[in-house]
């Protein structure tokens, strides 16, 4: 291909020092513009090796040079990682050569502590379903709760004496195991129990 320009260069005048430098330059340019490409491929087969991560993972990336994004991993290919940001939906590109070179935190990975908190309402209540949902997005958007795993709503159990609502929420380590974790725990029980009022939903006190 190179000798085929050479010789169409040469024939309509132009001298072969010139194409040389042409043909350098053109090569070089390609060479700057694909820099990119080949850093950005490189660091996608690191990270497959490394297995940082894999679909699914909630990570934080820690980049000096820009603001640091988080998010679920959406899609991972050789040049590029989508992570989608669960609370505004919005996905970031994340070129992997960024990723590669950038500290990583992985909280899938991680054995967070899970808090189970149980409530019981009433058996009349016909909106359950909402209720759950509302609960659901109110716990998970408390500061102290992490974004994975995800808050779970669910009836745990229905007696004579009413319906046992079971809610599972993560907190940090530091958070669960330290002496001020009782007043964490305290606060979103209480706000467990405003959400189900909120929602028209009626209490039982278990004696």
Do not use: W
């Amino acid at each position: 291909m190179g000798i085929a320009i050479t010789i169409l260069f040469v024939s309509i005048g132009i001298e072969g020092a010139a194409v040389i430098t042409i043909l350098g330059a053109v090569l070089l340019a390609i060479g700057i513009g694909m820099q990119g490409t080949f850093s950005d491929l490189s660091a996608g087969i690191m990270l497959m090796m490394s297995n940082a991560f894999s679909m699914g993972n909630y990570i934080e990336v820690f980049d000096d040079s820009r603001d640091g994004v988080n998010g679920t991993v959406k899609n991972f290919n050789i040049l590029y990682t989508t992570l989608l940001d669960d609370d505004s939906g919005v996905s970031f590109i994340v070129p992997n050569r960024v990723l590669y070179g950038s500290a990583l935190k992985n909280h899938s990975t991680s054995k967070t502590p899970i808090v189970v908190d149980v409530v019981t309402i009433s058996n009349k209540n016909v909106f359950i379903a909402k209720a759950l949902e509302n609960l659901r997005v109110d716990v998970q958007k408390y500061a102290l709760v992490l974004k994975e795993p995800k808050v779970t709503t669910n009836v745990s159990e229905v007696t004579a004496k009413g319906t046992n609502i079971e809610v599972r929420y993560p907190l940090s380590a530091d958070d669960y195991y330290t002496v001020g974790t009782l007043n964490v725990q305290s606060i979103i029980k209480t706000l467990i129990r405003e959400s189900l009022i909120n929602s028209g939903v009626k209490l039982i006190v278990r004696a």
